[in-house]
Every structure is written in C-alpha cells, then in structure tokens.
C-alpha cells in the first residue's frame, strides 16, 4: 500500500464488497459532476445509498469517520441531489435517499471496517 492513493482504493475495494455483502449493489463508483464526487453509489431494497469511504492506517490520529466534516457532507449532498436530477440515474417512484460512511483501518495484517448507515441528514433550506 504505497501513497494514500492506493489505501483509497483498496479501502473503497473493500467498502464495495462489505457493502454488497449486506445486500447492496452497487451502482457507480468515483461519480462526479464537476468538482463534485461521491465514492460509491448503491441502492437496497431500502432506497439509494450515498457512501464517503474514509480509510487510515493504523495508528491515526483520529477516526477515520470524524474526518467527514460539515463541508464534506454538504458536498456529498449536492453531489447525491445532481445524480437523482440526472434522467439518465433518476430511480423510479418514491425512494428514500441515505448518507452512509464506511471506515477502513488498516492494522497491520488485519483490516476492521465500520459502517454507519444513515451518519447524516442534509438540511435543505
């Protein structure tokens, strides 16, 4: 795992098959819109899922998932709110939208990995 470039990788790699082991299928990964992006998209039988993969390896200073701060989400938020407008991703009927984290720690040979489904709800005013 050279550069922080490869530890993204291979933690969103993991978040993926985390993820879809819970029942999710993933739908996009790195989407962007300018300069906006999101790591993975994916949908459930619950609705469409927004997830910021954050990954570290250990010992780090702090939680991976405390590093999504307020400007983080907000651009995850108008990122999700330009993918839904989009036809061409625009799912059918009602669906419930959802901002999840995944944590990916590397220790040593190890990995634990974290999810927090739901860990914000944007406020659109």
Not at 23 to 49: A, F, M, P, Y
Request: charged share 30%; aromatic share 8%; hydrophobic share 40%.
């Amino acid at each position: 795992m050279k550069g922080n470039g490869g530890v993204g990788k291979l933690g969103e790699d993991l978040a993926c098959g985390y993820l879809e082991a819970k029942g999710q299928t993933v739908v996009k990964r790195n989407w962007r819109c300018g300069h906006l992006e999101v790591d993975i998209i994916t949908e459930d039988s619950l609705g469409v899922h927004f997830v910021e993969v954050k990954s570290r390896v250990a010992p780090s200073t702090a939680a991976p998932e405390e590093k999504v701060d307020t400007v983080k989400r907000r651009r995850i938020t108008r990122a999700a709110l330009k993918y839904l407008h989009d036809r061409e991703n625009a799912p059918g009927g009602d669906v419930e939208v959802f901002f999840d984290i995944v944590s990916v720690v590397f220790k040593g040979e190890g990995t634990e990995i974290a999810y927090y489904p739901g860990a914000w709800i944007p406020m659109y005013v």
